[in-house]
């Protein structure tokens, strides 16, 4: 999951001029509601947590494999977090979270950016925008 090579310095430190052999991956910044795996029998605090990770904005980018290794790090979180507490286990979920970009450094690290997703104006039958529904929908957006 992650890109190799080192972290991306601001534009002002660059020494090198040519193109980037990876560029920003961008994603709207909207809930996925996609198809995942169904969640084996785990705690409820590890069903809490794949409920926040499935959902992540660029799970939409998950090949099969990627689920899988989401799947195992759910079996690894109730190893760590289940009734019989395992602590030796958090640090390889943290290391597992950060591949699946859970933080926003993993974020950066695996250059993954969320956008704003893009706004399709609605059009009467004339083709004239319709304005009023605009507004409606920017009022309820705000509440």
Known sequence: ???????????????????????W??????????????????????KDWWEDISTMPHCILWSPQQWRFAIDTARVHAMAFGPKQRSTMIPEVRNREKQMGVTADALRDLRIRYVQPVVVEER??????????????????SD
């Not at 080192?6 to 980037?20: E, F, N, R």
């Not at 991956?25 to 590890?46: F, Q, S």
């Not at 004239?128 to 920017?138: C, N, S």
């Open 25 to 46: 991956t961008e994603v709207p910044d909207v809930r996925y509601d996609g198809e995942r795996p169904k969640l084996p029998p785990v705690p409820k605090v590890t």
């Open 1 to 23: 999951m992650a890109v190799p090579g080192t972290k991306p310095k601001p534009d002002t430190q660059k020494v090198t001029k040519h193109a980037l052999t990876h560029d």
């Open 124 to 141: 009467t039958e004339n083709g004239v925008t319709d304005f009023e529904a605009e507004r409606r929908k920017r009022l309820l957006e």
